[in-house]
């Protein structure tokens, strides 16, 4: 069988990297993220890069292809902004479903060309949903600390929106990613259980926090074991961490993880940390060395890279990734 279900329980699965990083290199200016069709658009449209898989969509597949001939067995859409929320900032709230829906679509073509040419090693898509611009736990006035930028519905309806683009796509899961604030997610996990309510479908659902600094919390304030508490409601695939921290940082809070979880464990660290010119000096081998760690320790279902990570960096976790056995569940997990 080759179910995702099926697949992370003979194998560490290895996630690709990041979006961002690759998309520097193509050097895109105000032109290429309008496009054509974007040409007059009233606001100024660089930086989006989610618009990319409407007018740049052979870059979007190029840049998923080179993660997959690196080893990756999971591509992340090119959706972490590409709610009505986020889409605000660019006046492009109507195009959401659009930017879903592609975005998937080039990703799930990709995934099927190279599982097509290596049976024995399925490829999946993740559709990747991100926190959004704003949080329902903290006001983002320090003289109104009642005020709410957005409420819990607010993101309900926008994640739903979201969620049934990218399964309308061809995704094979779905990846809440990169949570600092545990109640936007938990917004996205009951707007993803809704939709999968109504189609009577199984989606799986990895979720991913984000531990900010050396305090080991996330941005609104929990830790790591009141962070798994809060989303241990549902039957998720795994649960995990991302972004802000290089892998050396985040091992402490994966090992705490896994000792609290009955779930599969993912990580996908950052190349290191920043530099003072926000850019990750961290090299593949020396990413891989630090992952290696979390194999031996026996905390991993699934590895990636977040921040600063490319095609080398995944290709060298994905070659450590083949020597180990995955993490197993504990006796009485689901």
Do not use: W
Request: with cysteine; glycine share 6%.
């Amino acid at each position: 069988m080759n179910s995702i279900f099926d697949q992370i329980k003979k194998r560490i699965l290895v996630l690709d990297g990041a979006m961002g990083t690759m998309l520097q290199a193509y050097n895109f200016q105000e032109e290429d993220f309008r496009g054509n069709r974007f040409a007059d658009f009233s606001v100024p449209l660089k930086g989006n890069n989610d618009l990319l898989s409407i007018t740049q969509p052979d870059a979007i597949a190029e840049i998923h292809a080179k993660y997959l001939e690196a080893g990756a067995d999971i591509i992340e859409t090119n959706t972490f902004s590409a709610t009505s929320i986020a889409m605000a900032d660019y006046k492009m709230e109507d195009l959401v479903y659009e930017m879903n829906y592609e975005s998937a679509r080039i990703a799930r073509k990709v995934a099927d060309e190279f599982t097509a040419k290596e049976p024995n090693k399925p490829r999946f898509v993740a559709g990747s949903i991100g926190p959004t611009n704003k949080t329902a736990s903290m006001s983002p006035d320090v003289n109104k600390p009642e005020f709410r930028a957005v409420t819990f519905d607010d993101l309900r309806s926008a994640y739903k929106e979201q969620a049934e683009a990218l399964i309308d796509g061809g995704v094979d899961l779905l990846l809440v990613e990169t949570i600092f604030d545990t109640l936007n997610a938990k917004a996205a996990l009951f707007a993803i259980d809704e939709v999968a309510e109504a189609r009577g479908e199984t989606i799986p659902i990895m979720v991913s926090g984000t531990i900010t600094d050396a305090s080991g919390r996330t941005l609104s304030g929990q830790t790591v074991e009141a962070f798994l508490t809060s989303v241990s409601h549902l039957p998720l695939l795994s649960v995990g961490f991302n972004c802000a921290l290089g892998a050396e940082q985040l091992e402490p809070y994966m090992k705490r993880l896994v000792i609290s979880t009955e779930f599969y464990t993912s990580a996908h660290p950052n190349a290191g940390l920043p530099n003072a010119f926000g850019a990750y000096d961290q090299t593949p081998e020396q990413m891989g060395e630090l992952i290696r760690d979390y194999l031996e320790n026996g905390l991993i279902n699934i590895i990636g890279g977040c921040c600063g990570t490319s095609p080398a960096h995944i290709k060298v976790v994905s070659e450590i990734a083949a020597q180990y056995q995955p993490r197993k569940l504990h006796v009485n997990s689901l």
